[in-house]
């Protein structure tokens, strides 16, 4: 197939607007699968996003579509993550395409991440066709979500495709619409070859995997290749696209997604947003990779066991292969051992990172409450970044601490405007703007710290809305704040990984709502554990965890000793996740307790 005939293409939507079950409905129609492989959901292969139902992972597939006009064509249709913490990766995998299909649910219309996306999709200079989903249900409005993406989106939604992924509707027309709206790849093949690592896994017997798209010149197996960020150079032993089972070529040329090894056994030789260029033909310049985001949110993750420790190095050391933003370095905590500080994008992403080390690498993990990273300006002038609430530094030589706001956009039908509102004002909001996107619903924006936004703002923000609003943020900036460190001592000493700043006016109803809660998280040890909230040397909050009284095993009456084993091994469980800090076992729980304060 020539390369005029290639499209390569994203879907792009909102969350739950339909995305994966168009892909799989777009894999059917090209016969793709096979009836027993379309059972599940192709395209979102991980566990935990199956279990979650959101797509994590971009994948790359290849498809083969006899058109109207009688030609065939070959299509990579790349997926994105719809999850406002992934954003990222959307973006990565844009940089593949030429066109993205752009899904809105019939009912619910453009929501806070259709429009981030389509943002991106326009940055990409992509071509943009918008398809209206979820038709056959009693609520679509077809009129009323086509006016909304003209008027909030600025494109031409009169010749949207009109669609039931569920129901197998519209599915021809946009399979036709891909073949005359997507412009083909533009490089070419007798160029220097520069092939764009999108996505890269880890393999125990093959190395690194990368996934590529190539756009310019082509690729060999054999070919000495070279990596334009790191120089390193390696041999391409495989090379292959996914139809969607791995089918091995020997060469990829311009247009082409699919993968590539090369022995790569070091994941850092290996970056995603790296170009691969020919070592005897290198391009000059290499492909503009990706705008690195950096994390917004931290958190100390720590074995339970502490012989894990190295293991979970490297478990950290192969999610980052392919995960450029989550950071991660040694940290050593009184209170936990050795563990790393890591940092995430949002919160999704610190919980999906928990659940993959604890899944694929088996290493239960005490985490940390996670904290945002605060500017401290001391006397000297000196600015320090503090992403540790534990090491904060307080007295005379601090002269501010600023916290990072963002600019949070919620849309919501217009009849929870007040709830809306109440929330962003206690969480310490700034209202900034409020539109109507049509008559029914509204977008408001305003100006938060990120700190709030990570304690529960999105569940509340959920269940006042009942569960009708959407959310996206974007980082706006440092600003000084009134804020303060918060220090938690059990049996009279300081527990420095349940330490938290706050801001001032907040600080004595936190203080209590923590040492309550602590006294209830953490189990009665053999003796009376007192738990005090501190600032400075100041205590503004105690309680006490009293001493206890019987032996669990008394419960039992008298000699049933499998109920006595049932009730021993039930305890053990429980303990599992616990951590001996000095002479009281600590639950894990108790460290995420600041979490769910208001
Ligand atoms: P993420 O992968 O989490 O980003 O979501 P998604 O956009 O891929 O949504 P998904 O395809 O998983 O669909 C979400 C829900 O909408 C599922 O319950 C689908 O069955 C349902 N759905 C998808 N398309 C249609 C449709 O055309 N009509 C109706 N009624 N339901 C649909």
């Given at each position: 197939i020539k390369k005029e005939n290639v499209r390569n293409f994203s879907i792009i939507a909102h969350i739950d607007h339909g995305k994966s079950t168009l892909a799989d409905r777009i894999l059917e129609k090209t016969k793709a699968l096979t009836d027993r492989e379309m059972k599940e959901q192709f395209l979102d292969a991980m566990d935990l996003e199956r279990e979650r139902g959101i797509t994590i992972k971009l994948n790359a597939v290849q498809l083969k579509y006899g058109a109207n006009n009688g030609d065939d064509y070959l299509f990579h249709l790349i997926d994105t993550p719809g999850h406002v913490d992934f954003t990222y990766e959307v973006s990565r995998s844009l940089a593949a395409c030429e066109g993205a299909l752009l899904v809105v649910d019939a009912a619910q219309?453009?929501?806070?991440?259709?429009?981030?996306?389509?943002?991106?999709?326009?940055?990409?200079?992509?071509?943009?066709?918008?398809?209206?989903?979820?038709?056959?249900?009693?609520?679509?409005?077809?009129?009323?979500?086509?006016?909304?993406?003209?008027d909030v989106i600025g494109i031409d939604a009169d010749d949207a495709i009109l669609a039931s992924a569920k129901d197998g509707v519209g599915i021809d027309e946009i399979l036709e619409r891909i073949v005359t709206d997507i412009p083909a790849p533009s490089g070419k093949s007798e160029n220097p070859t520069k092939a764009l690592i999108f996505d890269s896994l880890y393999d125990s017997y093959r190395g690194v995997i990368a996934y590529i798209c190539v756009k310019e010149g082509s690729l060999k197996v054999g070919d000495e290749i070279k990596m334009m960020q790191t120089d390193k150079t390696f041999q391409v032993s495989d090379l292959g696209v996914f139809t969607p089972n791995p089918v091995s070529k020997e060469e990829l040329t311009v247009g082409d997604?699919?993968?590539?090894?090369?022995?790569?056994?070091?994941?850092?030789?290996?970056?995603?947003?790296?170009?691969?260029?020919?070592?005897?033909?290198?391009?000059?310049?290499?492909?503009?990779?990706?705008?690195?985001?950096?994390?917004?949110?931290?958190?100390?993750?720590?074995?339970?066991?502490?012989?894990?420790?190295?293991?979970?190095?490297?478990?950290?050391?192969?999610?980052?292969?392919?995960?450029?933003?989550?950071?991660?370095?040694?940290?050593?905590?009184?209170?936990?051992?050795?563990?790393?500080?890591?940092?995430?994008?949002?919160?999704?992403?610190?919980?999906?990172?928990?659940?993959?080390?604890?899944?694929?690498?088996?290493?239960?993990?005490?985490?940390?409450?996670?904290?945002?990273?605060?500017?401290?300006?001391?006397?000297?002038?000196?600015?320090?970044?503090?992403?540790?609430?534990?090491?904060?530094?307080?007295?005379?030589?601090?002269?501010?601490?600023?916290?990072?706001?963002?600019?949070?956009?919620?849309?919501?039908?217009?009849?929870?405007?007040?709830?809306?509102?109440?929330?962003c004002e206690k969480k310490r909001g700034n209202y900034v703007d409020m539109q109507y996107l049509d008559e029914h619903r509204v977008n408001i924006v305003y100006d938060i710290p990120l700190s709030e936004i990570v304690y529960d703002f999105f569940d509340q923000l959920k269940s006042q809305t009942k569960?009708?609003?959407?959310?996206?943020?974007?980082?706006?900036?440092?600003?000084?704040?009134?804020?303060?460190?918060?220090?938690?001592?059990?049996?009279?000493?300081?527990?420095?990984?349940?330490?938290?700043?706050?801001?001032?006016?907040?600080?004595?109803?936190?203080?209590?709502?923590?040492?309550?809660?602590?006294?209830?998280?953490?189990?009665?040890?053999?003796?009376?554990?007192p738990v005090q909230a501190t600032i400075g040397n100041k205590v503004i909050a105690r309680s006490t965890i009293k001493a206890m009284r019987k032996n669990v095993l008394s419960k039992c009456y008298g000699g049933d000793i499998s109920r006595k084993r049932k009730l021993l091994e039930k305890q053990k469980e429980g303990k599992k996740r616990m951590k001996m800090v000095g002479k009281v076992e600590i639950p894990q729980e108790a460290f995420m307790s600041v979490l769910e304060m208001n």
């Open positions: 219309g453009i929501e806070a991440q259709t429009l981030a996306n389509v943002y991106l999709a326009l940055d990409n200079d992509l071509e943009i066709i918008p398809v209206i989903n979820k038709i056959d249900l009693p609520g679509a409005d077809v009129e009323r979500v086509k006016q909304e993406i003209e997604v699919g993968f590539l090894t090369a022995s790569i056994k070091n994941v850092g030789d290996s970056r995603v947003g790296d170009t691969i260029t020919l070592a005897k033909q290198p391009a000059e310049e290499p492909l503009p990779g990706y705008k690195r985001l950096n994390p917004m949110v931290y958190c100390g993750l720590f074995p339970v066991e502490s012989d894990n420790y190295n293991d979970l190095r490297e478990a950290l050391e192969r999610l980052e292969l392919n995960d450029s933003s989550l950071q991660y370095e040694a940290e050593t905590s009184q209170a936990l051992g050795f563990g790393f500080r890591c940092g995430f994008l949002g919160l999704l992403h610190m919980e999906i990172i928990q659940e993959r080390i604890e899944r694929e690498f088996n290493i239960e993990l005490i985490t940390t409450a996670p904290s945002v990273i605060y500017e401290v300006e001391l006397t000297t002038d000196e600015v320090i970044n503090i992403e540790n609430p534990s090491l904060m530094p307080e007295g005379k030589n601090v002269k501010e601490v600023r916290e990072p706001f963002v600019q949070a956009t919620i849309m919501v039908p217009s009849d929870f405007i007040g709830p809306v509102m109440e929330i569960g009708y609003a959407s959310f996206d943020y974007e980082l706006s900036g440092y600003r000084a704040s009134n804020l303060v460190k918060m220090d938690i001592l059990l049996n009279g000493e300081t527990i420095d990984a349940l330490s938290f700043i706050v801001h001032r006016d907040f600080a004595f109803h936190r203080g209590k709502q923590i040492a309550e809660k602590l006294k209830d998280l953490i189990p009665r040890q053999q003796f009376e554990v």
